[in-house]
């Protein structure tokens, strides 16, 4: 029997509006009473994505992991204009986590050389800290360049041990229900993209009960999701996000 049994949960906020990155939002950075100041690490804070076709989108996920003492809240994350588009957890990231952001730049009507920058504002010192997508953007006519621009990292053969969760596939939230006898144990759970990509890491030193990560910000496509629980073996699933 396996330690735990896998279920994937579809929500959708019925009451949410969304803003898109032109909307600008005055941000009140919380007092360190209400929210203690804590630090944060990018794995990489700019994005070549090269030379790209007008028109073309380039997604890039930017990994990252608190390393504080205290949980790392994300207020706003804001591109340098609406053709850049970043999308990030909203929940809070407990100290040693890994999370990440996507950024999305439409290329369309932006010839020329670029360098993208979004404003991430958390309870850090200082409160911002800064991603990039740079590159060129061609026209057209002087280039036959038609693929869109991918991550630069090749794609991961998938874990043989890698099945479909059901129901599948999923909007919002990853719901993992565990089995009693994960409960009271230590649990490592990392979600990986198609090409190998971290896009969460969590350490649970005391499994108590299910266990949710929020995928609305991730890109549509498929992911892995890898649990050990104690010393066993990981164990690894596949679930696909649908936007």
Known sequence: MNAFVWILIATASLFAIPLSAQDRV??????????????LKFEETVYDFGKVVEGTKVTQVFT?????????????????????????????????????????????????????????????????????????????????????VENGLEKVEKNPDCFVISPNPTAETLKLEMEKEAIGQRAVIAVYNQFGQVMARREIPIVEGPVEFNVSHYPAGTYIANVQIGDRKPESRCFVVMK
Not at 26 to 39: A, D, K
Not at 99 to 114: L, P
Request: net charge negative.
């Open 26 to 39: 005055e941000v009140v950075q919380p007092s360190n009473e209400e929210n203690p100041i804590t630090t």
């Open 64 to 148: 990252f992991t608190n390393t504080g003492q205290e949980p790392l809240v994300l207020t706003n994350a804001l591109g340098s204009c609406g053709c850049t588009v970043p999308k990030w957890p909203r929940e809070p990231i407990r100290p040693g986590e890994t999370a990440s952001i996507t950024v999305e730049f439409n290329s369309k009507n932006k010839i020329g050389q670029r360098n993208q920058k979004v404003t991430i504002t958390a309870n850090t010192e200082p409160p911002q800290t800064y991603l990039y997508l740079k590159g060129e953007v061609l026209a057209s006519e002087e280039n036959d360049i038609s693929n869109p």
